[in-house]
Each structure stands twice: as C-alpha cells, then as structure tokens.
C-alpha cells in the first residue's frame, strides 16, 4: 500500500481537517457545549430574503460544516480512486466511513457495529421494512395515518410482493398520551395476526411526537416487532436510542443533525441483525455485517466524511439546548396563533407530544387545493415559506419548522400573517 505521506508530499494542504487531525470520533474529550444560543443564526449562511420556516425538508448546513464538507468534496475529488480503492495506508474510505458510524453510535448510545450509513432516511427505514424476514404470508403490518408516505409505500410494497395483510388506522385528533396509547392497543388487540409495527416518533405532517417507548413495549408483549421511523426525532429532541427500545431504528442525518444531504443510518440491535435480510444478496462484507442490510454502491463519500463535524456542531450547542431553543421558537408562534380565532392549532399544548414542527389549519380550509392557496399566499403576500402537507384524515394542514437560524421576528412575521389570512376560507 502507498503511504499516504509519499503520495501526498505536494498536496497536504488539500486534506480537510478531519482527516489530518487525530480527534477520536467515539466523542471522548469532547468539549461541553460552548456556543451561544444567542449567537446561533450568525453560524448560518442563509438567503434571508425570504422567512423560511420550512426546515423539515432537510436541515441547512452550519457555516463550520458547510466548510468540512467542501474540504472533503475537494479532497475526494482529487484522490478519486486512490482514495476510494482504500490506497492510501494511513487514511482510508473505510476508516472515514468508521468514524462516522462510530460519532453516530457515541451520540446515541449504542455500538458502532449496530449502525449502518445509508443514502437517506427513507433508504435506511425501506430497507428495513422490505427486508424483514420474519413476514409470513397471511401476517398482518400496520401503520397510521401520520406516518410518511414512502415508510407507508414500503409497508403497502410487503402486501404485494410478501402477501401480508395491510392494517390501517387513524391517529386521534386532538391528541393526547392516552388516546394516542388507546389507539395502537386497539388496533394490536383488533389485529391478532400482526406481526410487524411501523411507529413514527415525530409526525412529517403535523408534528405529533408519539410515546414510543411504550408502543414498542405495548407491541413487544403481543409478539409483535416495530420499526421506528425517527427521522424527525433525532437531531431535533434530545434522545438516544435507548429511549426508545426499539430493535429497529432509521433516521436521516441531513435533518436534523444537518449533515449534508445524502446522508442517513439505521440502527438494528446486534441480536437482531439476522432478522432484517441481505440486502440484494449484498456480499461485499460479512453477512452478519449489519453494512450487508443495506444496497451496494457508490455514495457521496464527502458526505459520510462530514458526518463527525455535523455531530461535532450538534455537541457544541448541545442536544438540550437545542431542543429548548427550537421549542422557544415554536412556542412563539404556536402561543399567539392558538388566540387567533380562526387557526387551529394540530397538536396538544403538553410538551412531550410536540417538538419543532408543528402545523395548523385555517378555519374553512379542507381540501389539499385549499392547503396550497394557503401556502402561496403567505409567502406571496407576507413573504413566510411554509408548506402544505396532505395525507392527514382530519385534513390537510400547513407544516411550519423553524430552524436554528430562524429568530424570534420571523414568529411574529408568521402571526402576523395568520392574524391578516384567519378569514381566507371565510
């Protein structure tokens, strides 16, 4: 093998920071968190000519990793193959991909050898679903309402090609802990022939944050096994995967931890790695090698690479500050908005059911037509991007998600516009 030194005496100064420095990536020694909640929207380089409060979509990169990455996406290209083909002696892609399975595994408790990189989170969490092995014909999946639309794909897919019956319900509104318990035990109980549980643990639609741990265990005692979608969770409330309980867990990387896009994992607890099935006959590693779940192929290797800085950044502001400034900027807008007599708000005021996102309804808006003349009229007439999301069985809502580089101001904007647009249906 060439030694990395040799082969790039000429070209040091094109190595990113975070393969020239020798920082552990299972997150020991890490500093506390040092930023200024204050100060947050200066680490941001983001067009503020318009008020974006749509931020679910994926997350906007800090300044400091924006520049990683850059880093790294010149250094990828520059090696190409040298580096890919694993060449170099000193630095290789799977080192690189190493660290970043082992930031995410030190964040969220668990061992590196249970993650695994995946191109999204949808790629993650459909191949979980699509590769369970467990799945008889006759075998009953179930899923909500709330759930997003490609984990539901994925379910519908088993129904088809494995021939499991589909089971759907609705997810109460309002909600609250107790209905929203009330409505996965009856279905579990309604359904004795289940075997597999999707579960999300922030809502892409309306911004509920069901209690995970306790459907896990709820379906755990019938026999049933849960894939956790956590793809809004992670990065956003301060969790770990411990707290959900679950065996099956994906999530993106470029929500809200704000890697960059193209960048998500999955989890599967060591003991049940055998039951989520080799992905295409994948033997490029070991097949007890969770990597073997997930499809062969060539990824965006500067993206992986930024993944340790993304993490680096969620350390420094601190996974409970952040979750508490996020809420203050939620509560500012949701706290004015539930006065306004024409805007209902779609999630309870109790804390643990909410969390960023959270969306409404304007009095007299019921149709997905009506959503989206709703959507283009405050950001054409008020300059607030927000987005209209359909697949609700109460009815298509309004998603609004600030983000780490909004300000309180661009609440108020919103309220304003609620306040000006309450009558719009009227």
Known sequence: MTSRRNFLKNAAACAPASVLAQASSSGQGMPPPSYSIADLPQHYDVDRSVINLENAYWGVMPRETAAAYAENIQYVNRLNSVFARNTLADHTMNAQFDDARASIASLLHCDTEEIALTRSGSDGLQSLIVNYNLLKPGDAVIYCDLDYDAMIFAMEYLQERRGAQIVRFTMPEPATTANILAAYEDVLKRTPNAKLLLVTHVSNRTGLVTPVREI???????????????????????????????????????????????????????????????????????????????PAG??????????????????????????????????????????????????????????????????????????????????????????????????????VTPALFNTLADCDALVRALEAEQNLFA
């Open 298 to 399: 060539t990824v965006n290797f500067a993206a992986f690479m930024t993944i340790p800085a993304a993490i680096d950044f969620h350390r420094k502001v601190g996974p409970a500050a952040k979750e508490r400034q996020l809420r203050t900027l939620r509560n500012r807008w949701v706290d004015a908005a539930r006065s306004i007599p024409g805007v209902g708000i779609t999630v309870p005021d109790d804390p643990a059911r909410y969390c960023a996102i959270t969306s409404f309804r304007l009095r007299g808006m019921h149709t997905d037509a009506e959503a989206e003349r709703v959507q283009h009229v405050l950001l054409q007439k008020h300059n607030v991007h927000t987005v209209a999301r359909k697949g609700v069985h109460q009815g298509p809502v309004i998603r």
């Open 216 to 294: 896990v265990a709820m379906a755990r005692a019938r026999g049933v096994d849960t894939i956790v979608d956590a793809a809004h969770g992670i990065g956003c409330l301060d969790v770990t995967l411990p707290d959900f309980g679950a065996d099956f867990v994906g999530w993106s990387m470029h929500k809200w931890l704000a890697a960059p896009l193209g960048t998500g994992a999955v989890y599967i607890r060591k003991s049940r790695i055998p039951d989520i099935e080799i992905a295409f006959d994948n033997h490029d590693v070991p097949t007890d090698d969770i990597r073997a779940r997930i």
